[in-house]
């Protein structure tokens, strides 16, 4: 059983910046990778950014290179990510990701919403 609790969204103009936070309690042994998703209403869910938690490797979507940076704590079990000009198309839910060696399904957590005004 793992549990994640994300905190750090709200609305921001553009240009501005937010950092969202996502916190792993429970059988968080063997972590994978930890990342983030987002979407927007009638889209996919799609990646953002992920973390390697092995090697603290990142890798991040195109859209985003270059704005936004992942990171963690690990003393904390807590993954970051920092979005800074935001732009109004990054606008969605923002979904914490978490997955598991050796295990199909992954775990996400509730979802923030980012807004960013034009």
């Known amino acids: 059983q793992v549990q994640l609790v994300e905190s750090g969204g709200g609305l921001v103009q553009a240009g501005g910046s937010l950092r969202l936070s996502c916190a792993a309690s429970?059988?968080?042994?063997?972590?994978?990778?930890m990342g983030w998703f987002r979407q927007t209403p009638g889209k996919e869910r799609e990646f953002v950014a992920r973390?390697?938690?092995?090697?603290?490797?990142?890798d991040y979507a195109d859209s985003v290179k270059g704005r936004f940076t992942i990171s963690r704590d690990n003393a904390k079990n807590t993954v970051y990510l920092q979005m800074n000009s935001l732009k109004p198309e990054d606008t969605a839910v923002y979904y914490c990701?978490?997955?598991?060696?050796?295990?199909?399904?992954?775990?996400w957590g509730q979802g923030t919403q980012v807004t960013v005004s034009s």
């Open positions: 990701n978490l997955a598991i060696y050796n295990k199909a399904s992954p775990y």
């Open positions: 429970g059988r968080t042994f063997s972590i994978s990778t």
């Open positions: 973390i390697r938690w092995s090697s603290d490797n990142t």
